[in-house]
């Protein structure tokens, strides 16, 4: 499954009294969840590798049948809109993100399509999804009978199980083995079936939101505003920078050729009270970063408090320590060290 698959399942009181169960699934077994938060875009047409990539901030020109890309959505003053993934299904081009994320897509999308020769229409309403994810996850799908090759992150194969068409895409969560499932909604059932036959365990909203933090995705909407440029984000895979002109492209160069970039995502461990999404970070006297999410890990070595969040980049040092409130913040790595295998 694409890394932001997973940043759109805030954690619910139902699952509270899962959540380590969950979370301890995720980092030595096998979860599995329905990825009902997220939505289908389907473009076709004679123009529609041309016109995506004049649109998008990745390589769509260049990228091969049966290969997916992680890429921003720019308005003209190199903001970002939307975050997306987009795979190449040879006689069209599938658009991954979430639901929140739709209609603003759709809206962008028509208001840029003049004379081209481009279909854009919704199908999330065709595609069920199923996340798989865990150090057994390969496994657990092989045990269910999916004969799945060896796959290059956001890269899919199109399968069958039995009588049930279905698309199994390697996943780029960092630290992970992760994968999705697409098939029709009327299969759901049974194929979630054959995975917990197989050794998956469904997990909760919650262990995916802790999942999300210690490997440091962000969210769209929480820790990728409007308001944040590219290159702040340090989602370096979601841009390419020769790939010739797309919306908000002068921007994104002109912050490469400069270097003219002022802060930066990144992670933090946490000692003390674990702080809110919008707490400020000062230093001699002035605000220099803030905090988008956190989270308590429930780890077998005791739990780790860490926070996700942005820094003013000439003082993002490993290691250097900041003082909000009663909350110590030291800069850290991401993804988090010592929470996944390997």
């Known amino acids: 499954m694409g890394s932001a698959a997973i940043s759109n399942h805030p954690a619910s009181a139902v699952d509270s009294a899962n959540v380590r169960a969950d979370f301890s699934e995720l980092l030595s077994g096998c979860g599995v969840f329905q990825l009902s938060g997220r939505a289908k875009i389907s473009i076709t047409g004679g123009d529609r590798v041309r016109w995506l990539n004049g649109m998008v901030t990745n390589n769509i020109r260049d990228l091969a049948a049966g290969h997916g890309v992680?890429?921003?959505?720019?308005?003209?003053?190199?903001?970002?809109?939307?975050?997306?993934?987009?795979?190449?299904?040879?006689?069209?081009?599938?658009?991954?993100?979430?639901?929140?994320?739709?209609?603003?897509?759709?809206?962008?999308?028509?208001?840029?399509?003049?004379?081209?020769?481009?279909?854009?229409?919704?199908?999330t309403n065709k595609t069920a999804s199923i996340g798989v994810v865990g150090p057994r996850a390969g496994t657990v799908l092989q045990v269910a009978g999916l004969d799945v090759p060896p796959l290059e992150p956001l890269q899919f194969v199109d399968l069958q199980s039995g009588s049930v068409p279905l698309t199994v895409v390697r996943g780029d969560i960092p630290g992970v083995d992760c994968y999705e499932?697409?098939?029709?909604?009327?299969?759901?059932?049974?194929?979630?079936?054959?995975?917990?036959?197989?050794?998956?365990?469904?997990?909760?909203?919650?262990?995916?939101?802790?999942?999300?933090?210690?490997?440091?995705?962000?969210?769209?909407?929480?820790?990728?505003?409007?308001?944040?440029?590219?290159?702040?984000?340090?989602?370096?895979r979601a841009l390419n920078f020769n790939k010739g002109c797309y919306i908000g492209q002068e921007i994104v160069e002109r912050i490469r050729s400069r270097g003219a970039v002022h802060r930066k995502f990144t992670g933090f461990d946490v000692e003390g009270p674990l702080p809110s999404p919008g707490t400020k970070i000062p230093a001699e006297g002035r605000e220099v970063g803030e905090i988008t999410s956190a989270a308590a890990l429930p780890l077998a070595a005791g739990e780790r408090r860490v926070a996700l969040g942005y820094v003013r980049r000439e003082i993002a040092t490993p290691g250097r320590k900041f003082q909000a409130g009663n909350t110590t913040l030291a800069i850290a790595t991401l993804p988090f060290t010592g929470v996944f295998r390997g």
Not at 72 to 89: V, W
Not at 99 to 106: I, N, T, W, Y
Not at 182 to 190: G, I, R, V
């Open 70 to 123: 992680y890429a921003f959505l720019l308005n003209p003053q190199g903001h970002i809109l939307s975050d997306l993934y987009a795979y190449n299904r040879g006689d069209s081009i599938t658009i991954d993100t979430d639901r929140s994320q739709v209609e603003k897509l759709l809206t962008t999308f028509d208001h840029y399509i003049i004379m081209d020769d481009v279909e854009v229409a919704e199908t």
């Open 181 to 236: 499932i697409w098939l029709a909604p009327d299969h759901l059932a049974q194929v979630w079936s054959m995975l917990a036959q197989s050794g998956a365990t469904p997990v909760g909203a919650g262990a995916l939101e802790l999942l999300r933090i210690a490997a440091g995705v962000p969210r769209y909407g929480q820790d990728i505003r409007e308001r944040d440029l590219p290159q702040e984000t340090e989602q370096a």
